[in-house]
């Protein structure tokens, strides 16, 4: 009736006006007064749930949502050392260090990629130390070992050390990642970085489709039923590395 009012030239009183600037400027008396009319009738259900939904988006922030990446990644990932996680305890602080790292050496990284870059860095940790460096979990995927569950889009779209760029091409939706180049390599040892600086070497380089051809390669993937977790066993003879 007001908007109506407007409409036929009519001027809101100062009251009135004071009251909607009110509304618009204060998130907390919109929603009481939205509570309001929806409880005496004057809305009906449909409406009042798209405003309160539309409300509760506004008031989740950027970091509350990073902070949901972060829990959701950590409770998936978080196990006692075993050997599918190359005894190693996951830290997705390194791991953000590490992609960082990594995307700062590589132009283009790929998704797809990175998933290897990673997997090749812990199995020749495992080789050479008998333990892997992020205590990441792998499984076996069509193209390649990946992070289980998929978590590796939860882990792409934390932004603290690095950001993700999703665009299309002829072929289809591509996803990269790209350093914000403010890396943290101190947990790590030197011959920790010597590895990942020697995976990075060795792949840097090449196409998407020829990293994850080489991954095929490997005994892990090859004696690993689809889906299922590969065991660092097969560390223990790389091809990559002859």
Known sequence: MTINRYERGGVPTKSQSDYIKLLIDNEDKFVEKVKEVYKNGSINDNTYEKIMSTNIENKISKEDIQKMYRKVINNSLQSKPNIYNGYKTFDLDLVENIISYISSKVNNLSITSLNKYLWFIDILSFNQRGVS?????????QYGPTIIEQKYKEISLLDDKYTRNDYEDESGTKT????NKN???SKLKDSEIEIINKIIKLLKNKKVTDISNMSHEEEGWKKTKKFEEISFEYAMDLSIIK
């Open 133 to 141: 460096i992020t205590g990441l979990t792998y499984q076996k995927q």
């Open 176 to 179: 990269i990642i790209i350093s």
């Open 183 to 185: 890396f943290d390599l």
